[in-house]
């Protein structure tokens, strides 16, 4: 069965292309590249949500590109069961969108941070199902606003519906830290109720070619398609 | 008429940018200037011909649908 999927490019997205090569090298199948000022998407299996200064985070980070015309199919699609990875700023659309709980605040210590990060799965989803537990994976991350909030209630919500799908941790240098940006319990990537939606803030995208510093991003996708 | 929304963060929330200004305020000698936050202030107009239901209810509007993430934030109309 052929696996056809599509990336939405706002203005200011920059992680586009890096998720139209990662999606033409891991699938067989049709992958389309979808202008946010479209009304409609085509019928796909998955669309990736890309990485990027959407609308260059005026206001809120994600806040502008989540009221964009092909939002609304976006969530008709989510609906249908179709599966919607956000990476990055598209975890932050997503949020603002509504389509997943919380808000991705400032990281507490004022930095940007990007450089490699370490996570691990939490709770199973068709997203991570290939991933062992305990499993450290490798991926980077490059965000300013990757503070996971949200109040008591939503994370009781979250950890009841095992809905996180991947934390930080600690990694394989002495000095790495598990909690890099202030996340309330080291959260890196959550799904909805019906686990058909990933939000995450490490770049998949940036870890599968031979050249990048690891491949461990192939797993997600490789997961999604298992 | 001109109409000044304030939004901030919740005060539960960490506001780090207010912590660095209360830092560098206080290696400028000035003291006794405390738990600093920083939020944002959007001025709009709106005609004078709208009556106060409508405005309230086209400010409200605004900021529920875009202004604000009421997960985070919370505003008043000053």
């Known amino acids: 069965m052929s696996f056809k999927s599509a990336v939405i490019t706002f203005p200011g997205s920059n992680c586009d292309r890096d998720a139209l090569v990662y999606l033409k090298t891991l699938t067989s199948g049709e992958v389309l590249n979808i202008w946010h000022e479209e009304n409609s998407l085509p019928n796909v299996d998955l669309v990736i949500v890309p990485g990027g200064f959407s609308f260059g985070d005026y206001l809120r980070s994600g806040a502008m590109a989540s009221k964009s015309k092909i939002i609304n199919d976006l969530i008709n699609h989510s609906k249908k069961g179709g599966y919607i990875l956000g990476i990055c700023n598209g975890f932050q659309i997503l949020s603002e969108i509504g389509l997943l709980k919380g808000a991705l605040i400032q990281n507490n210590r004022l930095k940007f941070l990007g450089k490699n990060c370490f996570i691990k799965k939490k709770y199973q989803s068709d997203f991570n199902c290939l991933i062992n537990k305990d499993q450290v994976l490798k991926i980077p991350v490059a965000h300013n606003e990757g503070n996971f909030y949200c109040d008591d209630s939503d994370l009781k919500y979250l950890h009841d519906n095992e809905l996180i799908a991947f934390e930080y941790c600690e990694g394989k240098f002495s000095n790495s830290i598990a909690n890099i940006n202030g996340s309330i319990d080291n959260i890196a990537g959550i799904t909805n109720k019906d686990k058909n939606i990933l939000g995450m803030m490490p770049h998949p995208e940036r870890a599968f070619q031979n050249f990048h510093s690891s491949q461990d991003g192939k797993l997600i996708l490789e997961s999604l398609l298992s | ?78």
């Open chain 2, 1 to 78: 008429m001109r109409i000044k929304i304030l939004i901030r963060l919740k005060s539960q929330i960490l506001e780090p940018q207010g912590k660095v200004i209360e830092k560098s305020l206080s290696n400028l000698g000035l003291k006794n200037l405390n738990n600093i936050r920083q939020g944002k202030l959007i001025e709009l107009d709106i005609p004078d011909k709208l009556s106060k239901e409508e405005r309230d209810e086209l400010i409200t509007s605004a900021c529920k649908k875009l202004l604000v993430n009421e997960i985070i934030e919370e505003y008043e109309v000053l």
